[in-house]
């Protein structure tokens, strides 16, 4: 990814990103080994929550608000 605008640093990537695959999308990444993807119409946001399972089962579950 190329960074558009924000952090690209030790202890986190947040900003505007952009690369072949999602296009231009926000990160707010701490741990890119945990990153999600949240695909919505019109634009992407990468997150990394701590754990990626439980938060994409709690989002299928609607648990997440």
């Known amino acids: 990814s190329i960074r558009i ?3 690209g640093g030790v202890f986190s990537f947040t ?3 952009r690369n072949k695959l999602l296009g231009t999308y ?3 990444v701490t741990d890119a080994r945990r990153a999600v993807i949240l695909q ?3 634009h992407n946001v990468v997150i ?3 754990t990626p399972e439980n938060f ?3 989002l299928l579950h ?3 608000s």
């Open 5 to 7: 605008f924000g952090n």
């Open 15 to 17: 900003g505007l990103y």
């Open 26 to 28: 926000r990160a707010f």
């Open 40 to 42: 919505y119409s019109g």
């Open 48 to 50: 990394s929550p701590a």
């Open 56 to 58: 994409v089962l709690e």
């Open 62 to 64: 609607g648990h997440v």
